[in-house]
């Protein structure tokens, strides 16, 4: 089993403020998705990043995967209530395989 | 368009009890998975299936069984309900086996919350 360890586990940040998640691995990946979970809801992805080194970014979200693809942050500028949620990595290794993380649960105070 | 639907959303079963937890995905995906999701842990993969007719497990498949007789369906099956099963069920669909590289999106139903007493 390929572990992901992802920090903090949980998060509570006011409105405004920035903020930067990790998720770390012993284990190399072909890929590296990031993915929001809302209560009731399934996940949803966010982006993938597939190059070591590449830089994503979606609106106020900044995706970055490690030069050895170990390991990804993601960066959210100017957290908005509507950034509430479970942020979750998941790293590819081998078809059909995606081993998730633990999870990092942010709260965004108005 | 519907995406991935499962039902139920809430089940309580006891020791020992049998049940089926249904997944149905409207998008013509090949690819459908069945991932658990304990609290405060991340999916881990029970089954998946490439196309109809072909399943395989996944990284926790004990205790469970899943079959694939259309493109649309893939029931997920607990024989011997036991305490350890009591999770969050998700289901997911993907259009290539790209999703399992990574690089292709999975679409995730909404979930079943099973508790086994």
């Known amino acids: 089993t390929q572990l992901l360890e992802q920090s903090p586990q949980f998060l509570s940040i006011q409105e405004g403020e920035n903020l930067t998640v990790y998720c770390n691995s012993s284990s190399v990946f072909s890929s590296l998705q990031w993915y929001r979970q809302e209560p009731g809801e399934g996940p949803v992805l966010l982006v993938t990043?597939?190059?070591?080194?590449e830089v994503k970014k979606l609106k106020r979200l900044t995706f970055q995967f490690g030069d050895a693809r170990k390991d990804s942050s993601l960066h959210i500028t100017a957290a908005q209530p509507g950034d509430t949620g479970l942020y979750l990595c998941?790293?590819?290794?081998?078809?059909?395989?995606?081993?998730f993380g633990t999870g990092t649960r942010l709260t965004v105070i108005p | 368009n519907a995406g991935v639907t499962q039902t139920p959303k809430f089940r309580i079963l006891k020791i020992g009890q049998s049940m089926t937890l249904q997944c149905t995905q409207d998008?013509?995906?090949?690819?459908m998975y069945w991932y658990r999701q304990d609290p405060g842990m991340g999916l881990k993969l029970i089954y998946y299936s490439v196309g109809a007719g072909i399943t395989d497990k996944g990284e926790v498949p004990n205790g469970y069984n899943v079959s694939r007789s259309t493109t649309e369906d893939f029931p997920l099956r607990l024989e011997l309900a036991a305490p350890s099963q009591t999770s969050v069920y998700f289901c997911?669909?993907?259009?290539?086996?790209?999703?399992?590289?990574?690089?292709?999106?999975?679409?995730f139903g909404p979930g079943t919350r099973l508790t086994v007493l």
């Open positions: 997911a669909s993907s259009y290539s086996l790209l999703a399992g590289l990574g690089t292709d999106t999975q679409y």
């Open positions: 990043v597939v190059t070591g080194g």
């Open positions: 998941a790293g590819a290794a081998g078809a059909n395989n995606l081993f």
């Open positions: 998008m013509n995906h090949n690819y």
